[in-house]
């Protein structure tokens, strides 16, 4: 080859290389930056999904479902919604925020996307439901003017942040109260204040919108036209396979004391009735963003706080390693068509920040989490990293009312990149240790880590545990009396 063709090939390659790593930046000139709306759940398990893939029941959840992206492995770092919510907005782990519980004192909002985003000509929003605090510790109105002061709209719910009536609306001009009436409904007022903000915002600057919705959360109430609605009258009940389980023998001490629930299914009419809610809520917002020439270009991402278990293992609720599943969905027309697709590989809500920051064109160099942009685009099935962490770092030392401690635990998840099975291997306070096969034990009824065939792949779990809680010095929190 001529020596001019080799230094002209050369530069070619250069070039390449550069594209393959700033894909973003170097279009960045030619290609709208998207707009990116993130309607976010409280407290829903990625199953059953007949609850929203059903088009004649939500058309617009099915959209998510059947046109969009679904990762089908997706998990949360911590599932409880105040850290859960900390470390999708600054895309670092709970104990690396400072936020491990309910408690939103430790939050530097400085730190979150909001600011990045906004560098980079986004206007930013946030609408809904924000970072819990405990029940004797609502923010005061300084503190709320602390976590506004970084976003372009800030319209959050300032107390009980669980209620759909009788609730206070904090924004940055004053606050206004909502009552008991049918258009007080805290889901309702947060699609039409998205709506109206899409529709009085100027074209030529992206938007960047998240819209935060207490459906899910107990006492789960839907807008008022949906009670009852015929539409959830064939739903059915949950009993899936960890369903009340029968033998927990394999399990720690704390599950093992666990008593099964007085129910012979789990039912799901109100959760449905929820997401006839949630599903007019993402359509009046899609309305606003097609009405506004936005709706091609903008990634529309639903997602949840946490996952809920619904009867599993035992157990209501969240809080346990069990319950870090969420539903992830994504629509994008102009990037991801509108073909249904399926992702396999494991992504977690710390992803989120470096995933946004992407597409902005800014970057989140001190966060636990990757981008998930060659995952939207299709031009690669995995990240490259081995595992996921996650963490429930404060023991109880009650659960129901029972006299028995439930320890904290901390633990990770693999990924594509470990192996082609995907592993989950938890590390309670108390030493106790579980180890399931996802792969083929989803519903983790079998625990392995006792197994001598299973030794080298808890032995490997265990170094990546460790390997975080190392590096970071993470720490359990509160005490758990043996015995």
């Known amino acids: 080859m001529h020596p001019r063709s080799i230094v002209v090939m050369a530069l070619v390659l250069a070039l390449l290389g550069t594209l393959f790593e700033l894909p973003l930046r170097a279009v960045e000139a030619a290609t709208p930056k998207p707009d990116i709306v993130l309607f976010y759940l409280d407290d829903f398990a990625p199953h059953p999904a007949r609850m929203?893939?059903?088009?004649?029941?939500?058309?617009?959840?099915?959209?998510?479902?059947?046109?969009?992206l679904e990762f089908e492995n997706a998990i949360v770092s911590t599932p409880l919604c105040g850290p859960s919510r900390a470390?999708?907005?600054?895309?670092?782990?709970?104990?690396?925020?400072?936020?491990?519980q309910n408690d939103i004192r430790r939050y530097d909002p400085g730190t979150s996307l909001s600011p990045k985003l906004r560098s980079r000509g986004y206007k930013t929003v946030f609408i809904g439901k924000h970072i819990n605090r405990l029940k004797n510790q609502y923010p005061n109105r300084r503190a709320m003017t602390r976590l506004s002061a970084k976003w372009d709209r800030f319209d959050v719910m300032w107390e009980n942040q669980g209620r759909v009536f009788e609730w206070t609306q904090y924004r940055k001009s004053g606050t206004r109260e909502y009552g008991k009436g049918s258009l007080q409904h805290s889901t309702y007022v947060a699609a039409k204040r998205a709506a109206e903000v899409i529709d009085k915002s100027k074209r030529s600057k992206p938007l960047f919108m998240v819209i935060s919705l207490v459906d899910g959360h107990k006492p789960m109430?839907?807008?008022?036209?949906?009670?009852?609605?015929?539409?959830?009258?064939?739903?059915?009940?949950?009993s899936g396979p960890a369903f009340n389980e029968a033998d927990v023998s394999d399990k720690p001490r704390h599950m093992r004391a666990t008593p099964k629930l007085p129910l012979a299914s789990y039912p799901l009419?109100?959760?449905?009735?929820?997401?006839?809610?949630?599903?007019w809520a993402v359509a009046t917002v899609r309305k606003a963003l097609q009405r506004n020439g936005r709706l091609?270009?903008?990634?529309?991402?639903?997602?949840?706080?946490?996952?809920w278990l619904m009867g599993d293992h035992r157990l209501e609720g969240k809080t346990y390693p069990y319950a870090?599943?969420?539903?992830?969905?994504?629509?994008w027309p102009a990037v991801i068509g509108t073909k249904g697709r399926t992702v396999r590989e494991p992504v977690s809500n710390v992803d989120f920040g470096r995933t946004f920051c992407a597409l902005a064109g800014c970057a989140m160099p001190a966060s636990d989490g990757?981008?998930?942009?060659?995952?939207?685009?299709?031009?690669?099935?995995?990240?490259?990293?081995?595992?996921l962490y996650v963490e429930m770092l404060h023991a109880n030392r009650y659960y129901g009312g029972r006299p028995w401690a439930r320890p904290a635990w901390a633990g990770v998840e693999t990924t594509l990149g470990y192996d082609d099975t995907l592993w989950a291997f938890t590390r309670y306070q108390t030493g106790e240790e579980e180890l399931y096969d996802l792969t083929n034990d989803p519903h983790r009824l079998v625990n392995l880590a006792g197994r001598a065939a299973y030794a080298a792949v808890r032995r490997d779990l265990?170094?990546?545990?460790?390997e975080v809680w190392v590096r970071d010095g993470v720490k359990w929190k509160g005490k758990v009396r043996a015995g």
Not at 54 to 63: H, I, K, Q, S, Y
Not at 324 to 331: G, I, N, S
Not at 370 to 387: A, C, E, M, V, Y
Not at 462 to 466: K, M, S, V
């Open 324 to 331: 870090t599943r969420v539903p992830l969905y994504m629509q």
């Open 87 to 100: 470390n999708l907005l600054t895309g670092k782990y709970g104990h690396a925020n400072g936020v491990t």
């Open 462 to 466: 265990r170094g990546f545990w460790r």
């Open 221 to 238: 109430t839907p807008l008022k036209r949906f009670k009852g609605d015929a539409a959830c009258a064939d739903i059915g009940r949950w």
């Open 296 to 307: 091609s270009n903008t990634l529309q991402v639903l997602t949840a706080d946490n996952g």
């Open 370 to 387: 990757s981008s998930l942009l060659p995952l939207i685009n299709g031009t690669r099935k995995q990240l490259g990293r081995q595992f």
């Open 269 to 279: 009419r109100q959760r449905c009735e929820q997401l006839l809610t949630v599903d």
């Open 52 to 68: 929203w893939n059903d088009r004649a029941r939500t058309p617009e959840l099915a959209r998510f479902a059947n046109r969009g």
